[in-house]
């Protein structure tokens, strides 16, 4: 089969690790060129990657005849906008999440999508790391019986540098961060989530409001089967990238830890210390891969992708959802119809 | 000094673990009679653990010149009204959770107690346990900056027998299990909790629905310092009594966890396994020994209790919000004035 | 049944626990006295466990008419001596370890004991940890397959004083702390112990080189059965209690660990820390109170004791090649007849 | 600076991951060609790895002027002779452990390295394991004092099939599952074995007696320095890949140890169940690319390897010990002048 010929639009450190993985790891794939606003980013990158190709913009991106998929890894701010642009130029899409940050805006490149008649894929790449994975298989196999609370904590560890604030380009705590527990919670659950109760707090970093954002909240979910459950974001818990997923099923409980990023413990008169893994590229290393490789091989063969701009339409609801509750004080309802 | 003679209201589980433990591990107590409605579980109690005397009933313990304080061990429902007769006897109280199932009953008790002029103090015994303690000392030292998110999980393994909610003699899920979390919360956020939103579920086990109870809540709190939270409870988790408890901060998170009962571990070809305390009587032994050591030294010099009064009302205030909340879907905000 | 009256010959640390687990935890005993040489410290305890009786040696206690079991916890070097007197004295004995510290003392001990028809138990608590049991329990159910590798681990916190060393009560490295594994060798891999291959040091402790005792010791062990193993012992790790087992067998191995002390974590920049068990009374705490209660309801209903003087003496018999293997640099043999 | 020119020689499993991670991950190389005597697999390799050129022997690959180093991954058996044959070719070499399966050809092979003036690194990969460095750095900044007892447990999951035995291609125990161990002991400690005792046992596999071979050993090290330790070995454990080694420090211990391959945590009824990692190749998986990228890059600047033609000649030397006391029955000298 041939190669496909793949191009990453917006290499900062999501982008390059896509790039590189599909350089290096992907055979299926051929990494024809990258794109950043940041020329000089593009072109170091292109460098390091020894690819003959790079540009300033989407534009010259999406003319070149000899790509056929585009990963789409600019700030959350454009992906709506890039998926609609990339999909009128005829390329396959694997959009990083959130897919927008506004369901009308998800609509919009849904709609685009769907017209052109690409494939598009949403990049909730916890979906292919071995433990989540693991955990889907028991469910569906019974093993813990019905699943009754779903938990989710989702802690990083560095307070991102205001300037990020300022210039406005990614989403929000509940789009940029819990929105991977949002899009766990249905797919693990396998079912949808009605309505949500969210606090939010910008303690500790009160600067933060002045651009809208906050450091932590706690959403409680209400699935409509029945089944409740809880998602924690916070954005500076110092010690690391502390990710805990639970599945509380009706016979046993299926947990996804926190990970050692060494196998290195020191017992000294303190105690018993170990490290922990410290970043999502490090703990998801695996899965980023996978990601990337089985999106290669969906569009190679025609399948229809295992993570749909449905699902990225219906996490954003949920954030969206979430959002309004914590402003406003009361559950609210998640937006169920895409149109 | 003197022995304080102490007597013991309701010998089940809970009580026959007091009257052990006073009986036995409290050489500044005195242990000398046991009451329970049923005269023959008593007997059999008082026969186990070499004790003179023991009675059908309340009335004829209160009447004891021998005894100044009383470890009241009945069922949830008679709690308040057990304070309140022990209060009017001149005897010294400790209380087990919840001190009642509603605040008026709450109110009602602490008046009785405050007229008596007696020592009540409330069995949150969690606050008794190395870990607790050590991170609540860690918490006042500064050790993990503000704190800013309160986490708890209280798993139960085996579901109650449906007897027990026929005879309606203990308080529902959050007056009973989630209402330690709610001790918790207030102690070691070192502030009060303003306002909560809730679901609850009867998944898994319906029929607990006709006795107006459920099988598992999920509880966001907002602390009036602006922290937030969120409190888990589940009696039917099946693999073990998994108690947890984070504290985030702005520097670092303490956490307390889940244990194994044992040290031992088994590793075959389907992995590396261990198993898991199985009862509060377990995870806590030793903290109901300090519990109620502390609580027969405190009478005996005459200092205010470490858990009082006022904390078991608004214990019970939080989790009448929360019920409140889980029951007409919104926010509920939690009872500030005692009277 | 009428309780057995016990008495505790020396009360150190080691005394002192057996004497508050004889008088508060074990129903079926009756404490009667203490002896100490120190009959200060005999008072004291006397005093605090409310006893009548407490004496400055042994000859009064074993005159008593009333206790007919002795608790032998006077140190090391007089054990033998100790269960020598008892059993002419016709009382039963529970003796901590090590029976002696030569084979020829243990061959004189279990002489008068078999003379007197008393009942002799040797205080391998061990065998009374849960971990420890399951793990003798899951062998026997074949649950790992055939044992081929014997393998232990015992450190200890602290360095023990100079102070001891020169009093000279108490036995080297392999009789007071390695003679634990030596015990578990056997019982848990049901066969005996062949030859010993040791080395040893002195390094960070030269000092006590002029005791004639080590700081370290590796023992490689060859069993009758061609099983192998090692047992690695060190007094002076800083960092805790900790000892831990592990039977690796061909189907799977089971692990006796080393766990927290408290159920608190914290974690912060510097990785994810808890605390580790300290000491042994704080390990084995429950193992303890088991074993005493089964010797008292050993002796009370006159079946042999769970641990024999065989297993003592056998024990010895390890530490005393594992000795001159380490001081003559060569294999050597354990001695296998008992006279 | 030119991109060096490496070449594989042996594609088995370990020839193939380096290969591999030549090909994708070590952009300071190219990849020119793979070599193996069966050159249908030599075929297969260059095809997956889109590689131009394969060979199906040493002879045609020695002989390429594109080639300017060579990854030796052939059976143990051939190791020596391959080392001595690409030093004579003047290409510089990393070679999988062991160097050799006696001292004498490790001799040879060592001679033939420095007649030849080429670099040669003996594949000792843990030593790049993130976990083994930190351990190594804390030792070095004196963190846990002065080490004092060296540990180390190496287990395998599966074993190796009666065949490899027949064909007497690989090293027994000591020399290619021990050597790993025989080498962290002098890294680690930094300091040289002065003697062993050993024993090693068939227990479990009794058939592999046939061919010279043990299931399992212990070895016990006296270090120079007077520090001891132990290595266990053993090839069946059926639970994982389990290495693990702690440095006993007179301040603390450095443990690495055995890790989850996945995050996941199954809590049933029967506990908690995590897997565990099943091979060395997912184990070390990033130490063998920071392995072979070392080597490249220290080819290309011309230091001194990181580990050295001596290193692999120390290791084997100890291995050698190690047979002669298992199968002597007695303490045995590591050899230490290397000619």
């Keep these: 089969m041939a190669k496909l010929g793949v191009a990453v ?31 000089r980013r593009a072109r170091q990158v292109a460098e390091e990657l020894e690819l003959e190709h790079c540009h300033g913009g989407a534009e010259a991106l999406l003319e070149r005849k000899d790509v056929q998929a585009v990963v789409i890894a600019v700030p959350d701010k454009f992906h709506a906008e890039a998926v609609r642009a ?22 919009a490149a849904l709609e685009a999508v769907e017209k052109a008649g690409v494939c598009l894929q949403v990049g909730f790449m916890r979906r292919y790391d071995p433990a989540y994975l693991s955990a889907k298989k028991r469910i569906e196999a019974g093993e813990i019986g019905e699943p009754i609370i779903f938990k989710a904590i989702g802690r990083d560890r560095d307070d991102p540098p205001l300037s990020l604030y300022e210039a406005a380009l990614n989403g929000m705590l509940f789009f940029n961060s819990s929105i991977h527990e949002f899009d766990l919670a249905r797919w693990l659950m396998a079912g949808e989530v009605a309505e949500v109760q969210a606090y939010s707090t910008v303690l500790g970093r009160p600067e933060v409001a002045r651009f809208g954002d906050i450091v932590a909240g706690v959403v409680n979910l209400r699935f409509r089967s029945g089944a409740i459950g809880n998602v924690e974001s916070y954005v500076q818990c110092q010690y690391g990238y502390d990710v805990r997923t639970e599945i509380v099923g009706s016979k046993g409980t299926l947990a996804v830890g926190h990970l050692s990023e060494t196998a290195e413990v020191v017992l000294t008169a303190s105690g018993r210390r170990h490290d922990l893994v410290g970043h999502s590229l490090v703990r998801f290393a695996d899965a980023y891969v996978s990601e990337i490789r089985d999106f290669v091989q969906t569009v190679q063969v025609g399948r229809p992708p295992r993570i749909t701009g449905e699902d990225g339409w219906r996490a954003v609801a949920i954030a969206e959802s979430a959002l309004q509750s914590s402003e406003q004080s009361r559950p609210v309802p998640v937006r169920d119809r895409l149109r």
Excluded: Y
């Design 86 to 107: 990339t999909a009128q130029a005829g390329k396959h899409i694997l959009c990083e999440k959130p897919l927008a940050l506004t369901l009308d805006d998800a609509a």
């Design 9 to 39: 639009l917006g290499v900062g450190e999501m982008g390059q690790r896509h790039a590189a993985n599909l350089r290096r790891l992907v055979p299926e794939a051929s990494l024809v060129a990258v794109a950043d606003v940041d020329l």
